[in-house]
Structure formats: structure tokens, C-alpha cells
């Protein structure tokens, strides 16, 4: 069974950095597409950032590109999500998934980052 468990958040200020980290267990991620998704109080959860394993694609969403960076470690089987000039709008909880297929069907438990103002 696949489990992915987030690490990094924390309470930060306003243009802080945090690095997210989510470690996959269970079986090699080759074929995989890894992303980051948070969801704030209140709101659907969102779309932040994703990386396509084999060739190292990756994506973000508009309101966090150039800020946040997605990357991974093959060896540690992990993927990172760097957040530079944090803003109170990040703020949510965080959550890494694995997409097996066409939608991403594995979830982490989820890392709470606060920005504050």
C-alpha cells in the first residue's frame, strides 16, 4: 500500500520561506505524476504545484509561480515543495497526492501552513 506523509509546515510571517516535504512509501514512483494541493479554511481545495516523475514536467498554478518550486530526490523517494515570499493567502492546510493514473487517487494526511500578516 502506497502512503505519502507531508512535513515542513509551520507558522511563518509574511515573506518567509518553507520547504514542504512528502516522503512516499510502498512502491517506486517512476510512472507517477506527484502534486501539491491546500485547502483554506472556508474554501475547495486547490491546485498548487505538480511534477511528472519520469522527465522532471512540472506545472503551477498562476498564483504561485515564481514563488514555489516543486522538485524531488529519486533516492529518497520524496518530493519538495519550496515556498519563497509567503503571502496570508497561502495560508491552508497542504497536501501532497499521487497520481496513479488520470486523477490523483493518493493523499497525504496534510501539513498546516500559516502565514501571518
Known amino acids: 500500500q502506497v502512503q505519502l506523509v507531508e512535513s515542513g509546515g509551520g507558522l511563518v510571517q509574511v515573506g518567509d520561506s518553507l520547504r514542504l516535504s512528502c516522503a512516499a512509501s510502498?512502491?517506486?514512483?517512476?510512472?507517477?505524476?506527484m502534486g501539491w494541493f491546500r485547502q483554506a479554511p472556508g474554501k475547495e481545495r486547490e491546485f498548487v504545484a505538480e511534477i511528472r516523475w519520469s522527465d522532471y514536467f512540472t506545472h503551477y498554478a498562476a498564483s504561485v509561480k515564481g514563488r514555489f518550486t516543486i522538485s524531488r530526490d529519486n533516492g529518497k523517494n520524496t518530493v519538495y515543495l519550496q515556498m519563497n515570499s509567503l503571502k496570508p493567502e497561502d495560508t491552508g492546510v497542504y497536501y501532497c497526492a499521487a497520481a496513479t493514473s488520470s486523477d490523483y487517487n493518493i493523499w497525504g494526511q496534510g501539513t498546516q501552513v500559516t502565514v501571518s500578516s
Open positions: 510502498g512502491r517506486t514512483f517512476s510512472s507517477y505524476v
